[in-house]
């Protein structure tokens, strides 16, 4: 505002003061309807011809005469008491501006004031509500200090509780957090133990099944429990039981673990042992490795073919000969010593009688090999 006004005298000296005006130049200045002509020409009369009287005449000259009585002149604007009125305006403005400065310094004061009564106000429960001053409507504030003072305090207890309540909240979900976090490491625990349990247990179970062997039919010869049995026979009268014969010994003498032959065609005992296990007149060769069957020459190829015959001789003792036997030459049998493989015995009154020692034909098992 201060900028406007001396822009404003600044232009008003650069006029030059005028000693008289024209009427026709002189405007009256109203703030609601502007600016508008204060000096109205006079209405223009019509000439009438002269056929009038005088006495239209006359009347005609007093009627100008009241227009112009009833019209005063407007009053000149002075340029030198408006410039006047303008800086004293300007000397005004400059001294409330002043006394501004000068009363910021109390308005501090009355703030910090303020503050410090604020700061040693009594709690809230124990202030006085009388002593509030009623609200004046003619006042700048509707509020009185102290209970503003008083609100503050308020907000700032609330704020407090909440602040305590929400540390009391953050500990409870921290303490119920710590016992999940303990509960799932115990339940962590334990599951890897059952785990590791049902592991060792699966992996003594699957040690127990990994025995190749528990696949086939449990059916023991005597003496078989450890051991491999063979049964064979020599005798050539079916060429393809001979031939299957020759290739089950063969197998077995390459993997160079030791096995018992059985011979059906040179001992009845041994046939008759093989028709009882197998519940029948079968036809050697037959195998039988740890007490188990593992079948005849068919299946015994068919195993070694799938490279799964060499894990059933596992634990079976290597065979560590260099070669055949040298009490029976790898026969297996040899001559009964007590009747010389005649299967008689002949006593002193000349009575012949069967040799108990021997078998039919007059053989025992090699006492060195088998």
Known sequence: MKSVKGKLLKKLKSIQPVGYLKPDRVLQVFAID????????????????KLFTKESVSEQENIKQSAVQNHPEPEVIDVTELMKDLETDDDDDEEEEEADKENITPNVEKESAKLNCRQSCAPLSEMD??????????????????????????????????????????????????????????????????????????????????????GFEEKCPAGGDGSVILYTTTLKGIRKTFEDCNRMRFLLESFRVVFYERDISMHTEYREELWSLLGGKVVPPRLFIKGRYIGGADQVLSLHEQGKFKVLLNGIPADTCNGACEGCGGVRFVLCFVCNGSHKMIADDGLSSKCMQCNENGLIVCPLCC
């Open 129 to 214: 509500v009388s002593c509030f001053r009623k609200p004046d409507l003619n006042s700048c504030t509707l509020f009185d200090p102290n209970l503003l003072a008083a609100f503050e305090q308020a907000v700032q207890e609330h704020m407090k509780m909440n602040e305590e309540e929400r540390r009391a909240r953050m500990e409870r979900e921290n303490l119920l957090e710590k016992k999940a976090r303990t509960l799932e490491d115990s339940d962590e625990n334990s599951r890897k133990g059952a785990e590791k349990k049902a592991r060792i247990e699966q992996d003594c179970h699957e040690d127990a099944n990994d025995d190749p062997l528990l």
């Open 34 to 49: 502007g600016f508008t002509d204060s000096f109205p020409k006079a209405p223009i009369l019509v000439q009438q011809p």
